[in-house]
C-alpha cells in the first residue's frame, strides 16, 4: 500500500513541478506566515510583562507599545504572506487539477477496447473523479495543515525549550509520542479505507450497469431483484464504513485523553515554576498561548494523516490504471498505413479470446482491393472477430493481417482506423447535436457536406421533423432516436469519413424493409471504389456482392458468389439460402 501511495506522489508531481516557482512560493509564504502567527505571542507575553512590572510607568508604557507595534506588523505579514498563498493557489490549484484530469482522460481512452468491455463505465468515472479530487485534498492538506504544523510545532518547542529546558523536553516527548500514535494507527487504517473505496466503487458500478439498462429491469420485472442487490451492495459499504468510523471514534477517545493529559500538566508545571519565581505572568500566557495551538495542531495531525490515507486510498484505483499498460500498443517506431489499393490478406491466423476459447484457427483470407466480401456463417462462427480483429481491437494470438502488404501490428493504430469506416450493427451515438455526430466521421466537414451525407443516407428526412433539426441532442448513446435512425446516422457518419475500406456489421438489421430499399442505393454509391466487408444474416443484402464467405468454427467452409453457391449441392450457403424465401425469414 505503501508503494502505491509513493507512486500516486510520483504522478502528482510530475504534474506539479510544471508549476514548481508557484508550488514552493506557496510552501514559502505559508511557513513564513505560520512562523510569524507562533512568534506573536512571544510580543504578547513582553506586552503583559510590561504592563506587569510597570514600576516606572512611562518606561513601561513606551515599552508596551513598542512590543504591541512589533505584534501587529507581525500580524499584518503573516496576514499578507498567507493571503498571498491563498491567492496562488487558487490558480495553480485550478491548472494542476485541470491538467490532472486532461492527462487521466488520455490515459484511460488510450486503453484497449477489451479494458472498457471489463469495466463499467460508472466505476471509471468514479476513479477519475476521485483521483483529482484525492490531488486536491492532498495539496490542501500540504499547504494549510502539514506545513503550517511544522512551523507552529518546531518554533514552539525551541522558544518553550529556550525558556526552560526541562519544558521544553517534556513537550518534544509528548508530541513525539502523539504524532507517532497518530501516524501508526492512520496506517493501519488504511487498508479499510480501502476496502471501503472498493466498495463504494462496485456500488457505482452497480447502479450504472441499471442505469444503462434501466429498459431490461423494467420489462423484464427486475426492480424489486436490483433493489435487494444494490442493498447488499450498499451493505457492504456500511459495514466498512462503520469499522472505519468505530476505530477512528475509539483513537480519538485516546488522543483527547493525551491532550487532556498535556493541557493540565502543563499548567501544573507552569503554576509550579509561577510560585518558584522562574515564571512571569507573561510566561504564563505564553505557555497557555502554545498548548492552545499545540492541542488544535495535534487535533488536526491525526485528521490529516486520516486524510491523507483516505485520498491515496481514493487515488490507489486510478493510479493502478494510469500505471497499467494498455494491451494494445503501438509497436516503437510504427509507420503510418498507406492504403493505396485496398487489399486485406489473413495469413494463418490464430486467435484465442482465452486459453481454453479458440475462435480463429489457421485462418486464411485474401480480398484484393476494390472487392466486395460477404461474411455469413451461424453465431459464434467467427465472423464478427475477424473485423474485430482487422480494427485491431484485439492482438493476434499467431499469424497475421496485411493492408496493402504492411502488416497492421506495425503500423499506428490510428492510421489503422483512419482508412476504415465501421457501421456496426448496433451505433451507439454522443449526447451530442445530430450535427455533431454525423460530422465525427471527419470533423473538418463543412455543413453542406453534412447535410449531402444525410441526404444520402436518408436520415435528411426525419432530421428535419425535429424541432431543433441538426442541432437537435440525441440523448445519452443516442436513445432519443430510434434503432433505425441511429443507424442511418451511422451510415452517414461513414459515407462523409469516406474511407477506402468500408466495413458493415449487420449495417441495415435495424431498418424495416422500405427503410433498407432507400438504404440501398447510399449503400451502393458507398461502396463504390473501395474494399468492403460486409457481415449479414439477410442474404438478400448480399446478393451482389463479389464472394461470398461462408464461416463455421474459425474456418472458411465455402466462398464464392451468390449465383456459385446457390448451385452448389448440399453446400451449406444453398441450405441457408432455402431457409429463407427471397432472403426473408419464413
Known amino acids: 500500500m505503501k508503494s502505491r501511495a509513493f507512486e500516486t506522489i510520483k504522478i502528482y508531481w510530475s504534474h506539479i513541478r510544471r508549476h514548481w516557482v508557484a508550488f514552493f512560493s506557496i510552501c514559502l509564504f505559508t511557513m513564513s506566515s505560520s512562523a510569524i502567527s507562533t512568534f506573536i505571542p512571544v510580543y504578547f507575553k513582553k506586552i503583559i510583562d510590561a504592563i506587569v512590572n510597570s514600576a516606572n510607568r512611562p518606561a513601561s508604557f513606551h515599552s508596551a507599545l513598542t512590543f504591541l507595534a512589533v ?3 507581525m500580524g499584518l505579514s503573516q496576514w499578507v504572506l498567507w493571503r498571498s498563498s491563498v491567492l496562488i493557489d487558487i490558480r495553480f490549484a485550478s491548472r494542476t487539477v485541470a491538467e490532472i484530469n ?7 481512452h488510450r486503453h484497449s477496447f477489451s479494458f472498457f468491455i471489463d469495466n463499467f463505465s460508472g466505476s471509471l468515472v468514479k476513479k477519475v ?3 483529482s479530487r484525492a490531488f486536491e485534498t492532498i495539496v490542501d492538506n500540504v499547504f494549510w495543515s502539514l506545513l503550517p504544523m511544522i512551523v507552529n510545532i518546531v518554533v514552539i518547542v525551541v522558544v518553550l525549550f529556550l525558556r526552560n529546558a526541562w519544558m521544553g523536553i517534556g513537550i518534544f516527548i509528548w508530541l513525539i509520542l502523539f504524532l507517532t500514535l497518530n501516524f501508526f494507527f492512520s496506517t493501519w487504517k488504511y487498508k479499510f479505507d480501502v476496502m471501503e473505496t472498493e466498495a463504494i466503487s462496485r456500488t457505482t458500478g452497480f447502479l450504472s450497469d441499471t442505469i444503462t439498462n434501466f429498459s431490461s429491469l423494467k420489462l423484464f420485472n427486475g426492480y424489486r431483484r436490483e433493489v435487494e442487490s444494490f442493498a447488499k451492495h450498499t451493505e457492504e459499504v456500511r459495514r466498512n464504513a462503520q469499522r472505519a468510523w468505530s476505530f477512528e ?14 493541557q493540565f500538566g502543563l499548567l501544573y508545571i507552569t503554576i509550579r515554576l509561577w510560585f518558584k519565581g522562574s515564571f512571569t505572568v507573561g510566561d ?27 485520498a491515496f486510498s481514493d487515488a490507489e484505483e486510478m493510479t493502478t490504471l494510469l500505471l497499467t499498460t494498455p494491451e494494445i500498443l503501438d509497436k516503437p517506431g510504427a509507420k503510418n498505413l498507406k492504403v493505396k489499393e485496398g487489399g486485406i490478406e489473413f495469413k494463418k491466423v490464430l486467435f484465442c479470446y482465452h486459453e481454453t476459447r479458440k475462435v480463429l484457427d489457421n485462418f486464411n483470407l485474401q480480398i484484393m482491393g476494390g472487392e466486395k466480401i460477404a461474411l455469413i456463417g451461424p453465431s459464434g462462427a467467427g465472423k464478427t472477430t475477424v473485423i474485430k480483429l482487422l480494427l485491431r481491437n ?3 494470438t499467431g499469424g497475421h493481417i496485411f493492408i496493402d502488404g504492411q502488416d497492421i501490428a506495425g503500423v499506428t493504430q490510428e492510421s489503422l482506423w483512419q482508412n476504415i469506416s465501421l457501421v456496426p450493427q448496433d451505433p451507439v451515438l454522443f449526447h451530442r447535436s445530430l450535427k455533431e455526430n454525423i460530422r465525427y466521421g471527419r470533423p473538418k466537414a463543412t ?12 436520415c435528411d428526412e426525419f432530421i428535419n421533423d425535429l424541432p431543433e433539426r441538426y442541432d437537435t441532442f440525441v440523448g445519452e448513446r443516442g436513445i432519443k432516436l430510434s434503432g433505425g435512425e441511429r443507424q442511418r446516422v451511422a451510415i452517414a457518419r461513414a459515407i462523409l469519413r469516406n474511407a477506402p475500406i468500408l466495413v458493415l456489421d449487420e449495417a441495415t438489421s435495424s431498418l424495416d424493409s422500405e427503410s433498407e430499399g432507400l438504404i440501398q442505393d447510399a449503400l451502393e454509391k458507398l461502396m463504390a471504389d473501395k474494399t468492403v466487408i460486409v457481415i449479414a444474416h439477410r442474404l438478400s443484402t448480399i446478393r451482389k456482392m463479389d464472394r461470398i464467405i461462408f464461416v463455421d468454427d474459425g474456418q472458411i467452409k465455402e466462398e464464392g458468389s451468390h449465383e456459385e453457391l446457390e448451385k452448389k449441392e448440399n453446400g451449406l450457403y444453398r441450405h441457408l439460402w432455402e431457409l429463407q424465401a427471397g432472403g426473408f425469414m419464413k
Open 249 to 262: 471514534e475509539l483513537f480519538n477517545g485516546t488522543s483527547n485523553f493525551l491532550m487532556v493529559f498535556l
Open 102 to 108: 486532461n492527462s487521466s482522460f488520455k490515459k484511460l
Open 129 to 131: 473523479n476521485y483521483f
Open 394 to 396: 484485439f492482438d493476434l
Open 447 to 458: 455543413e453542406e457536406e453534412i447535410i449531402k451525407a444525410a441526404k444520402m443516407a436518408h
Open 71 to 73: 505584534a501587529a506588523g
Open 284 to 310: 504564563f500566557v505564553l505557555v497557555q498561548s502554545y498548548v492552545i495551538i499545540i492541542i488544535n495542531q495535534s487535533w488536526q495531525f491525526g485528521r490529516m494523516i486520516r486524510t491523507f490515507y483516505r
